[in-house]
Structures are given as structure tokens and as C-alpha cells.
């Protein structure tokens, strides 16, 4: 039977939901909004939203519901309270509530705004394998597995049942009925690995605010992803004329300087894909965010390296160009025109500002591949 709390429980997330939904663009384009992040939560701050409470004034003072009353007598005067200055005429500013939101809530909101198709895995997508766990207790079962706690408070129960236990002689000791044993289920799971390399342009063109652009796509393809595979592996490299494979904290942190060779990034992808991602096993993903530069005479290795080693084998390459002052912007065309027209699963677009990466998602994760 449903409580009345519990629908309004419901109501309450309905609206947190509908509050988060109105301000989606808002949260992708500004990813400082977005507060802590803990183990698959997420705090988000939403605008103008008001939960109720109770407010108790002083006992003894009167007020609505104390004391006796006369007809006619005003309800709600009270004391008023003195302040500084003097009043003002222009409204405050907008109050913000922080809502814990679950990844996966916030990753259906993002496909339901975004119109995100679900994505069908490849290789051993369709491969079952059977998992044990244990979530049970039984009587029976081998002495490995002997919950001792549990044994203790049954054998403690029948001690106590049976007047046999003495708080002066507390020693329990357990009898062949009074042991009991971890159980196990086993269940069937789908073998779907999934892993999303990303790839950044760190030289010297590239500035702190591109690189807060690529930190912002990365958490919300990254919770995209999380959300249609049960698991996912994430690699990280940054070149400069060098490439080098790097954690997560080094990819967004790093400033270097100097040239930029395109091709060192895609060598050190395609050795990771060959010796650790085999395609065979592995849903990849690979996004690479540059703003365009690349040494002329490292295209034609670039190139031969993404069209052999790199487009043949993964699900979907999407090359992200961020705008700079510096950069010339010139690789994104000639991706586009080298590969465009073979390989569908290259996706291509510009990330001009802050308020581009919204469009940006959809493009990378719109095909559902």
C-alpha cells in the first residue's frame, strides 16, 4: 500500500527531474555547476526550488492556535524585527537548491532531451556468462564458507532458549545444527566490454579554457556511455610533436608547449587498441579534441595511421575541433575530406565555445553505434 509520503516523495523527484531537464544545456555548457561527484551521484544545483518546513515561533508569545482568540482578531501579527539599511526595491537574486542526481537518472534525462538512440553493442555483445553471488545463508554448506556470526548468534539463540546460557559462564559453543554457511546465485550477464579513448592536443596553442571544454564533453559522453554498457575502460593520451598515455588527472592538468604532430597520438592509440582493446573483444570509442593545427608534413603519416589502424577497428571515431586564438583549424577539413566518405563511423564537428558542446554530444552520440 502506497503512503501518502511516498507519493510525495515521488512528486518531489518528478520535479527535481523536470527542474534538471529545463537546465540540461545550462549543466553541459558549465560543468563547474556541477558540485561533488561521488560513486554514481552527482550533485546539481536547481534553480528556485523551495522544499517545505515547519517554523516554530517562541512558546509564550502568543500567535496563531496559542492561547484564546476573539472574533475578528488579526491572525499573523507579530513582532517585527529590525534591520540594517533601509528597504530596497529590486528582487534577489535566484536561489538555488543542490539535488543529489544518480548518474543513471541524469544520463536517461540527457537521452530523452537529446533524442540519444540506444546503442547496440558489438563483438561478444550477445555472449552470456555466468556470475556467483553470494547474497544468502543456509545451514549446509563447506567449512570455508562458515559465516561465523551468524553460527554464533543461532548457537547463542538455542543457548539462551533452552536456559542453558549463564551470564557468569558466557562460553558459547556451537552444535552441528547451529552452524550456518555463506549461499550463493548465479546469474547470467552479457560479456560487453566497452572502452572510450580520449585524445587531447596539449601544445602550446591550446589553452586552459579548451581544455576545461574537452574536461566538460568528456564527463557527459563518459556518463552517456556508462549508462549503456555495464562497464567502461577509459584511456587517456596527450601529445604535443610527442605522444604519451597518460591517467585521467595528467590528461586534464598537463600544459606543455611547442609543435604538434597529430600522428604520435594516433601511433600510441593504435599500439593500445592492437596490444590491449583487441577489437574482437572490445566496444571502442575514441574522441579527440584539437583545435586544428597540425605540421604539414605529419598529415600523410597521420592519415595513414587513422585510415589503417584506427577507423577499421572501433565503433565510432569522433574528432572534436575547440576553437583558438592560435590554432589554424585546418585538420578538421581535411579529416573530413580524407575519410568522410568511407567511413560512417567518423563524426566530425566544431566546439566553438561553451555553449556548443550540447550540440556536440548529440553529434558524437546521436548514431547509437
Known amino acids: ?70 472574533k475578528g482578531d488579526a491572525v499573523g501579527k507579530g513582532k517585527g524585527q529590525s534591520g540594517e539599511g533601509g528597504a530596497g526595491g529590486d528582487a534577489g537574486a535566484e536561489h538555488y ?27 561478444k555483445a550477445t555472449i552470456e556468462a555466468q556470475k556467483s553471488k553470494y547474497n544468502s545463508v543456509r545451514s549446509t554448506g563447506p567449512e570455508s564458507l562458515r559465516h561465523n556470526k551468524r553460527t554464533y548468534l543461532k548457537a547463542l539463540q538455542r543457548e539462551i532458549s533452552t536456559g542453558g546460557y549463564s551470564p557468569d559462564r558466557p562460553a558459547i559453543i556451537p552444535v552441528k545444527s547451529d552452524k550456518r554457511y555463506r549461499s550463493w546465485t548465479t546469474v547470467d550477464e552479457p560479456l560487453v566490454n566497452a572502452a572510450a579513448v580520449y585524445i587531447m592536443d596539449v601544445s602550446g596553442s591550446m589553452t586552459d579554457e579548451q581544455k576545461s571544454l574537452v574536461r566538460n564533453a568528456a564527463f557527459w559522453i ?18 604535443d610533436a610527442v605522444a604519451k598515455e597518460v591517467d585521467e588527472h595528467a590528461f586534464y592538468h598537463t600544459r606543455e608547449s611547442g609543435g604538434t604532430r597529430v600522428s604520435s597520438a594516433y601511433r600510441v592509440c ?27 608534413e605529419d598529415n600523410n603519416q597521420a592519415f595513414e595511421l587513422l585510415g589503417e589502424r584506427i577507423l577499421p577497428h572501433v565503433n565510432q571515431f569522433a574528432y572534436g575541433q575547440v576553437e583558438s586564438p592560435y590554432g589554424s583549424g585546418e585538420l578538421l577539413g581535411q579529416i573530413e575530406a580524407k575519410f568522410g566518405s568511407q567511413h560512417e563511423n567518423l563524426v566530425c564537428c566544431e566546439i566553438e565555445d561553451r555553449e556548443a558542446i550540447y550540440a556536440a554530444i548529440k553529434t558524437f552520440l546521436g548514431k547509437g553505434r
Do not use: C
Open 222 to 239: 563518459d556518463t552517456w556511455l556508462k549508462s549503456q554498457y555495464t562497464g567502461l575502460e577509459r584511456r587517456y593520451i596527450i601529445h
Open 270 to 296: 593504435a599500439e593500445l587498441i592492437a596490444q590491449q582493446l583487441p577489437p574482437a573483444e572490445w566496444n571502442l570509442y575514441v574522441f579527440q579534441f584539437s583545435d586544428g593545427d597540425n605540421w604539414g
Open 97 to 123: 537548491t543542490e539535488v543529489d542526481v544518480t548518474l543513471e537518472e541524469l544520463a536517461a534525462l540527457m537521452g530523452e532531451e537529446l533524442e540519444l538512440p540506444h546503442i547496440e553493442p558489438r563483438g
Open 1 to 70: 500500500m502506497s503512503l501518502p509520503i511516498d507519493r510525495d516523495v515521488r512528486r518531489f523527484r518528478q520535479i527535481v527531474k523536470g527542474k534538471v531537464r529545463e537546465n540540461l544545456k545550462k549543466y553541459v555548457a558549465h560543468g563547474e555547476m556541477l558540485g561533488r561527484k561521488g560513486k554514481g551521484v552527482v550533485s546539481i544545483p536547481v534553480p528556485s526550488l523551495n522544499t517545505p518546513r515547519f517554523r516554530f515561533g517562541d512558546n509564550g508569545n502568543g500567535g496563531v492556535g496559542q492561547g484564546r482568540g476573539e
